[in-house]
């Protein structure tokens, strides 16, 4: 990446995508309408990963959306225009009318992505059925670049190398590939080596997930605030060779490091205009500046038809059963707070970079237990919190421990 042409690093494949969501990201009004919607079609999964977000089970829910019921939800959501409708789950693989839904949503414009579990259900054969029925993007997850800390993570002996020949079949089919990352305490020190398996699967994106204490993930499993920012600089490193784009996944604060590390490149006090996944920073020049983040610019609907501002932050603002999908995301008081920064509690209230950033209110919600306060994961706010300046409720000795790395060291 650079200043003149953010794209030049990036695979052809990668830098097409990006200039596609750049220039879709520009023209949302995320008051109105979100960018990406994540649509947890079924909470079944034949795996039971540490740290699931979902706290996904074997069974499928007697009371999930029926298929019937996912059309009119499909319907309603083309009232925001053309979002990104991600199939997620459990495992959307799970489901056996996927296609379907699919097929309907591509039809009414939506552009679609997957994210099945690597089980032996995405073989090449249904990779292509889901092509051929609008999948554009398919992201799976790999939490290391060996077997065995990646296996044990997910509990599932052989996921990485079964993870690795989907993600080889995916391509080969012709979908573009994304790989998800969940960052802990347990794989920190391996990212490094997980980018030549980045690459060698010719994935368009690293989804570098930091993990959001929810579903089944412990909060002590979180690195520190000084740690998430030592990775924020090296990601920022990485992304201006990389030949894949890079996104920084409930972790807004990557923002504010990209920021001031191009501000510093460019010189004090010169105007910059920034795009980066999720967000648009412009410095004294006439563009908005914003980015996504839970309830402002994303959409969460649960299995169960849940209305929420996204999996990470599992509070229901209404059900699409009875209520209408843009009426809620438009009006619900919840995401309404979501999207006023003068909500906020905190350091993230009196931010500069509050607008692109505003602190990932998931994890405010979980470790805190008030999605307004300010994100724990975020040096300045560590800071804040060590000055004695900023005392949220919640602030255990526990909590201290996590933010400032002191908690028990790792086994072996
Ligand atoms: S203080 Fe809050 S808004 Fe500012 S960079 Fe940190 S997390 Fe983001």
């Not at 995320?30 to 977000?53: L, M």
């Amino acid at each position: 990446m650079n200043a003149s042409d953010p794209y030049a690093n990036l695979s052809p494949e990668a830098a097409q995508e990006r200039r596609i969501h750049d220039r879709r990201y520009g023209e949302v009004d995320f008051n109105k309408a979100p960018f990406t919607i994540a649509w947890e079609i079924t909470h079944a999964c034949a795996y039971a990963c540490k740290h699931c977000r979902a706290n996904a089970q074997p069974q499928r829910h007697p009371l999930e959306l029926t298929t019937e019921e996912g059309f009119r939800l499909i319907d309603q959501m083309v009232g925001f225009g053309h979002p990104i409708l991600i199939f997620t789950g459990g495992d959307p693989m799970m489901r056996p009318d996927l296609f379907d839904l699919i097929a309907y949503a591509t039809e009414k414009g939506l552009r679609c992505s997957l994210t099945p579990t690597a089980t032996a259900l995405p073989t090449v054969k249904r990779l292509r059925k889901a092509k051929e029925a609008g999948i554009r993007r398919i992201a799976l997850s790999l939490d290391a670049p060996t077997p065995a800390v990646h296996d044990d993570f997910r509990g599932v002996a052989g996921s990485w190398q079964r993870t690795m020949n989907i993600l080889h079949n995916a391509h080969e089919v012709g979908l573009s590939v994304q790989v998800n990352t969940t960052v802990t305490r347990f794989n920190v020190d391996l990212l490094p080596q997980m980018v030549p398996f980045i690459e060698e699967v010719g994935a368009v994106q690293w989804s570098v997930f930091f993990l959001v204490p929810t579903g089944r993930a412990q909060a002590q499993w979180m690195i520190s605030a000084q740690e998430h920012e030592r990775v924020f600089n090296w990601l920022y490193d990485l992304s201006k060779e990389a030949p894949f784009d890079i996104k920084a996944t409930a972790a807004p604060m990557y923002r504010r490091v990209s920021i001031e590390r191009r501000k510093a490149e460019v010189g004090e006090g010169k105007p910059i205009t920034f795009q980066g996944a999720g967000f648009q920073y412009a410095d004294g020049l006439n563009r908005p500046t914003k980015g996504v983040n839970d309830g402002n610019g994303f959409l969460f609907i649960s299995h169960l038809g849940e209305i929420m501002p996204s999996g990470f932050l599992p509070i229901s603002a209404g059900n699409v059963r009875k209520d209408n999908v843009v009426e809620v995301y438009r009006n619900a008081p919840l995401f309404r707070d979501l999207r006023d920064p003068d909500k906020l509690k905190g350091p993230c209230r009196t931010c500069p970079y509050r607008d692109v950033c505003g602190g990932q209110r998931g994890r405010a919600y979980g470790v805190f237990g008030d999605y307004l306060a300010s994100d724990p994961a975020c040096v300045l706010v560590a800071e804040a919190i060590k000055r004695g300046e900023y005392t949220p409720e919640g602030l255990t000795p526990q909590v201290r421990e996590i933010i400032f790395g002191e908690n028990a060291p790792l086994e072996g």
